[in-house]
């Protein structure tokens, strides 16, 4: 998908909107819709049937419901209900309460994790529900019926509700219109939705990245303008939104929409810095389609990767303004990682065993491009643990147009090739020990 930097733009993306809000719920019986209870997990049909039993409303919600309509797989199942945390907890044994600005009940089954939210009811600034600044740090605020809950949700598309007592389908704010126009709203007014909670951004952007929506336009405008208040979000959970973006599987598009919204200075201002080099634009589209690829083979990828991508060429930019003359390359590449390391941090902070990983895929580029790496001392690198991610990332900045191709061809080779043609590769010769001839031994005269 391509984008504009014209912000007028985004005016003409869509036309024949309908109203943001509609106070009365649409309710659309089960003969009239698709989803059904053989599109949903057997753990959460078991939640929802007994929280039924015990007298409580529980609705399906979310994604869960937006996937299943669109015909996709989706990947978790989320139920809403009017029982509290702690009464969600006694009816389930194998349930854990977590979070600390909305507390959730967490049901688990296996490796299938079913989420129980109760019925949200607007904030205030008394009791639980805390504001500062316009937004929202505690929201333990809960309400008593669907309609209050449906307000709370972030966009219209996720404010559908499977009703487990008569399997119809409720659909707020005309989301069930949205969701087959193909568009991201946000319900109220998005500035102040916004500044509730800067992150929603991140969402609607990766929303439509995802479904190959568009954003509506009174919801995409504020973006341009309130970028900053992302600089307020809490870093470790910006971490958690920049995976939720990048690794899964709509990478390429959710870059093209962060640049597109002018949001990508805001997780990444050294990397943007680098953008008068098409290479730096070309490695990190690259290095995210492949990331793509990989998800969508149901192969597995690591974060360490996708943020030595991001961070390799201001970190290149780094060592070469700064003089390392008494350092040796390998001295030089650690100062200079933790020095981009550190500054990142002030904006995405990075877990210190992704940043291990991920200086160490750095280091290993140092390895695989030195002079004597074409020796037979070089074989030992084979089977080296990071040698693989190390090498993996060698031909992604080969394939960017860094001046690696010769070593990413030599690596490349020097792993398809038999024991015997490597002694040729190296010009060696193979020592063959001649077998001497035997030779009966004379024995001693006697004297």
Known sequence: MSFSSNKERIKDDYIDVVPSFCPTPTRIPRPEHKLSRQSISKNALTVLYQLKNAGYQAFLVGGGVRDVLLERLPKDFDVVTNAHPEEVKRLFRNCRLIGRRFILAHVYFGREIVEVATFRAHHDKSGEGIVEDGRIVRDNVYGTNLDEDALRRDFTINALYYDISDFSLVSYANGLQDLQRGMIRLIGDPVLRYQEDP???????????????????????????????????????????????FHTGHGVNSFAQLRHYELFNYLFPHTEDCFDDPMTIKLIEQGLANTDQRIHEEKPVTSAFLFASLLWPPLLRVMEKH???????????????????????????????????????????????QRKAKNRRSLTLLTHPRFRIGYDFLLLRASAGEAVEEWANWWTLLQAVTEDERDSLFGEKKNIRRKRPYRRSKSKKVA
């Open 199 to 245: 992150v929603r951004m991140l969402r609607a952007i990766r929303f439509a990245a995802k479904l190959n929506f568009v954003i509506e336009p009174d919801s995409a405008m504020p973006i341009y303008e309130q970028g900053d208040l992302l600089n307020h979000v809490n870093r470790s959970r910006l971490y958690e939104e920049v995976l939720k973006l």
């Open 323 to 369: 003089a390392y003359k008494e350092m040796s390359d390998q001295d030089a590449l650690f100062a200079a990682s933790q020095y981009i390391v550190s500054k990142q941090n002030q904006h995405v902070a990075i877990p210190r065993k992704v940043v291990i990983l991920m200086q160490d895929i750095w280091w290993m580029q140092l390895r695989l491009t």
